[in-house]
Nanobody, 115 residues
Framework: QVQLVESGGGLVQPGGSLRLSCAVS????????MSWYRQAPGSQRELVAV???????LYGDSVKGRFTISRDNAKNTVYLQMSSLKPEDTAVYYC?????????WGQGTQVTVSS
């Protein structure tokens, strides 16, 4: 059974940094393309970043140059390093495969950027 568990969210001031983790069980991240999405209140879920099997990456325009997606095959975990955070980055962040599998959406982790 595949399970994805997000963690690492919290409250951070504008300009700060956070690192989100997505612990994966039931399948090896090394053979997958993985993604991070986020959803702010009243908004649709939007793509944040993708890391493909070959480690190439893709980012949403709003986070380019500030966020970095990576993975640790030994820990079977995908990360999202977020820097220079802005209030508009406030959202619940989710990880999933790429393309997404609807059954794999987890609870997400809340990120709040506020002074």
């Amino acid at each position: 059974q595949v399970q994805l568990v997000e963690s690492g969210g919290g409250l951070v001031q504008p300009g700060g940094s956070l690192r989100l983790s997505c612990a994966v069980s039931g399948i090896a991240v090394s053979i997958l393309s993985m993604s991070w999405y986020r959803q702010a209140p009243g908004s649709q879920r939007e793509l944040v970043a993708v890391i493909r099997r070959d480690l190439s990456t893709l980012y949403g325009d709003s986070v380019k140059g500030r966020f970095t997606i990576s993975r640790d095959n030994a820990k079977n975990t995908v990360y999202l390093q977020m820097s220079s955070l802005k209030p508009e980055d406030t959202a619940v962040y989710y990880c999933n495969l790429s393309p997404v599998v609807s059954a794999y959406w987890g609870q997400g982790t809340q990120v709040t950027v506020s002074s």
